[in-house]
């Protein structure tokens, strides 16, 4: 819940989509009530198109991991994953995750330093210097994949949704 109680406090446009499923739908409720319009979600499962399309238009993944997780230590979320495919830089709080060489972390270690991570991306998107700021250093960090094969891909799958 803390994440949209912060961005609540961001005064500037945004939109944030929620991919994941939510088991608790008065998370939901508590989302809607603090963002309104802002927040964006799905009721069940989304195609891989969606989750692709919902990616290549992100600007950041915000990784809102339980550290209680049932599941043990070596349990993923999977963002460290989705980031380096999609270029999209990875926001999570210090000590979450092991630093992955292939993914753009930024780290916080408190409310307000999240919270400027998400306005200065909210800023650099709105001045344009979004794609020199966070995306292109992000897919230079995704040393993992093998830059022909990721440009055919990635900018095949740009183009669909571009000129749909």
């Known amino acids: 819940k803390w994440v ?3 961005m609540a406090k961001i005064e500037e446009d945004f939109q944030i989509v929620l991919l994941g499923k939510v088991v608790d739908s008065g998370i939901i409720e508590f989302a809607k009530g603090k963002l309104g319009s ?3 979600y799905f009721d069940g499962y989304i195609s891989e198109e969606v989750f692709t399309e919902e990616m290549i ?18 349990k993923t979320s999977g963002v460290e994953f989705d980031g380096p495919v999609f270029g999209v830089p990875i926001i999570i709080e210090n000590g979450l995750l092991s630093q992955n060489k292939n993914a753009m972390f930024l780290r916080f270690s408190d409310l307000s330093q999240f919270r400027a991570r998400v306005e200065k991306i909210i800023l650099s998107v709105n001045s344009g210097s979004y794609l020199e ?3 292109e250093p992000a897919v230079e960090i995704a040393l993992y994949y093998d830059k022909k ?3 055919e891909k990635f900018l095949s ?3 669909e949704f571009i000129h749909k």
């Open 4 to 6: 949209f109680e912060e």
């Open 38 to 40: 802002k927040v964006k």
């Open 57 to 74: 238009n992100s600007h950041a993944i915000i990784a809102n991991l339980n550290l209680d997780s049932p599941y043990g230590i070596y």
């Open 133 to 135: 700021d966070y995306f």
């Open 149 to 151: 094969k990721w440009e």
């Open 157 to 159: 799958e740009i183009g």
